[in-house]
């Protein structure tokens, strides 16, 4: 299984305040994701944090908060696999009880400002309703979860059509979406492997 190497550097240099939130939101949600969809939910998560970082970055946005929500955003798939039913929707209400969770524990929310967590949450709710990804933090986000999971080998399809769904269904969607000049730049090579991966998926 093929997984992004996480950007071992990215983390050195950022200032306590950011660096201590983010360490104690992957030590909440590490349990979760191991056990939620079939081993994809650590590895996607994995880069979708490590494109947050990019994005935030170059478009000075809330490094933290779009960080926080990348750890956060699938957390509730772990709920939606012990579920007699799954859909995105929810997935999104699990996650953002997951997140709750973890910002009413005992010393967490004095890491972030009130407003950062209504975004976090706001982020988690909507990151998969692209009718609702209108937002630049959220559209920003929205980049980062795609190249994430991009990022991310194609083992989740079961087979070529089901992938093709996802691809007309979301993806195809999404990409018309992106804003940033980084996020289009990062699609290339990822698009380009992905449709590869496609092509070898049993039919």
């Keep these: 299984m093929r997984e992004i190497e996480h950007c071992q550097n ?7 305040q950011i660096k201590r939130p983010l360490d104690l939101v992957r030590e909440f949600t590490l349990p979760f994701l191991r056990e939620g969809r079939g081993g994809y939910n650590l590895p996607h ?3 979708v944090d490590y494109y947050a970082a ?3 970055r170059v478009t000075g946005q809330d490094e ?3 960080r926080t929500a990348a750890w956060l955003h699938d957390v509730g798939d772990y709920d939606v696999e012990r579920s007699p039913s799954y859909s995105r929707e929810i997935h999104m209400d699990f996650s ?9 524990q005992l010393g967490i929310s004095q890491c972030y400002k ?18 609702a990804l209108v937002e630049k933090d959220v559209l ?4 980062a979860d795609v190249l994430g999971g991009l990022a991310t080998n194609t083992h989740r399809f079961s087979n ?15 990409l018309q979406l992106f804003r940033t000049d980084t996020g289009k730049q990062l699609l290339i090579p990822l698009l380009a492997r992905f449709y590869g991966e496609l092509a070898i998926l049993p039919h």
């Excluded at 009130?114 to 009718?131: A, L, S």
């Excluded at 920003?140 to 980049?143: G, L």
């Design 140 to 143: 920003t986000f929205m980049e």
């Design 96 to 104: 953002v009880l997951r997140a709750r969770e973890f910002f009413n």
């Design 45 to 47: 998560t994995q880069a």
């Design 10 to 16: 990215c983390d050195t240099e950022l200032p306590e």
């Design 64 to 66: 933290l908060a779009l």
């Design 160 to 174: 070529f059509n089901q992938a093709m769904a996802y691809t007309f269904s979301s993806l195809h969607r999404k």
């Design 114 to 131: 009130r407003e950062q967590i209504d975004r976090i949450i706001h982020i988690i709710r909507v990151h998969d309703n692209i009718d």
């Design 54 to 56: 990019i994005l935030s």
